[in-house]
């Protein structure tokens, strides 16, 4: 090989090693400072919360929970994945209140998350988020980062700033009718009671590549009790009442959801999760979703789990719904500090000892 063309394929080769390190530049924000990334997101959540060494950013008191998933094979239809094949598969779970505050007092009003990792044997694992309100509040990235900015703390008043929280309304429209419906859902009395819905939209591909739109819930096995009736509240001593709650519940009898996927339409909204889809659209019950064993998050099988809503496998695709991707990059920020951050963690609201004993009284 000549020495001139030795040359140029050295620069060719440059040329790549510099594209690919301008890609992670571009990823990570260095080159455009006032581009949203996951760091700034993780970032506005820290200015909310504080600062709370080895726990999660979002979704910060938590527990974990073990189980299965009995599918019926309902779903294979409409999706190749292995875990929809009739028969068990094992799943690490974790229940959780939304908001990064690790040791707040449990309350009924607090938006509470279902995350749920499925292990099929021998095949791709699938991983979804799932909470207990009706609608997501925005539609993009961008916006959700602008409401937590508006809603920070004024440090003169320590509440937020009413004109900026309406400026920001002002601008997003859509924020407004979806508080509205939230608002309006049935608060469930505990974690168990309450049914989970994965807001954003994913498709389903069968094995003859027809690709559907779906949104999914657990819909609770045990009966609703709306909160309030006989509900112990945060301001008891128990500031973990609703975990002690579902501690005692676990220690008794499996706890159970059935997972629901709902069939959407054509003109159905894949790209706005602050939409509801109509109410008479086709459900399919897939399968159930058993709970028997809770542990603490800091000897539990869900601690070093990121519950990235973009581990997907064959036969479930993302749709052009932007918020999926968005969480996952900031998922992957918190779990990386997280990680990082083991020696400075303290001990979680959720002991070890307290699950040992069957949850307080």
């Not at 875990?83 to 799943?91: D, E, Q």
């Not at 044997?121 to 508006?150: L, S």
């Amino acid at each position: 090989m000549s020495a001139g063309a030795v040359v140029i394929r050295l620069g060719a080769i440059g040329v790549v090693v510099l594209g690919v390190a301008a890609a992670f530049a571009y990823a990570g924000g260095w080159l455009s400072p006032d581009r949203l990334t996951q760091t700034r997101i993780v970032n506005a959540f820290e200015k909310g919360s504080g600062p709370h060494p080895g726990f999660r950013r979002n979704h910060a008191k938590g527990i974990c929970a073990t189980g299965w998933f009995d599918s019926n094979g309902q779903a294979a239809s409409l999706s190749k994945a292995a875990l929809f094949a009739p028969g068990r598969v094992p799943v690490i779970g974790r229940i959780a209140f939304a908001g990064g505050m690790p040791f707040i007092p449990d309350e009924p009003a607090t938006v509470r998350s279902l995350a749920l990792r499925f292990l099929p044997a021998g095949a791709q694992e699938w991983r979804t988020g799932m909470i207990n309100i009706p609608v997501f509040p925005v539609m993009t990235a961008q916006a959700f980062y602008d409401q937590m900015i508006a809603s920070l703390p004024d440090p003169a008043t320590g509440k937020p700033d009413p004109a900026r929280m309406q400026a920001f309304v002002a601008a997003h429209p859509e924020f407004g009718a979806a508080i509205g419906l939230i608002k309006k859902r049935q608060v469930s009395s505990g974690f168990a009671d309450a049914t989970y819905n994965a807001l954003n939209t994913f498709r389903f591909v069968n094995s003859e590549g027809v690709s559907t739109p779906v949104r999914w819930s657990a819909v609770p096995v045990q009966p609703f009790v709306a909160a309030g009736a006989g509900t112990a509240s945060g301001a008891t001593a128990d500031k973990n009442v609703l975990f002690d709650a579902l501690i005692a519940q676990v220690a008794s009898h499996p706890v159970q959801w059935r997972l629901v996927v709902t069939v959407g339409q054509a003109g159905d909204p894949t790209a706005n999760p602050t939409v509801p889809w109509p109410a008479d659209r086709r459900q399919i019950d897939t399968g159930t979703v058993t709970i028997d064993k809770l542990s603490s998050e800091d000897d539990g099988p869900c601690v070093d789990v990121n519950y990235d809503p973009m581990v997907l496998p064959d036969g479930i695709e993302a749709s052009d719904d932007p918020i999926p991707s968005a969480r996952s990059a900031a998922y992957a920020r918190s779990f990386t500090l997280r990680e990082g951050e083991r020696k400075q963690k303290p001990p979680s609201a959720v002991t070890p000892q307290e699950v040992s004993a069957g949850g307080r009284s």
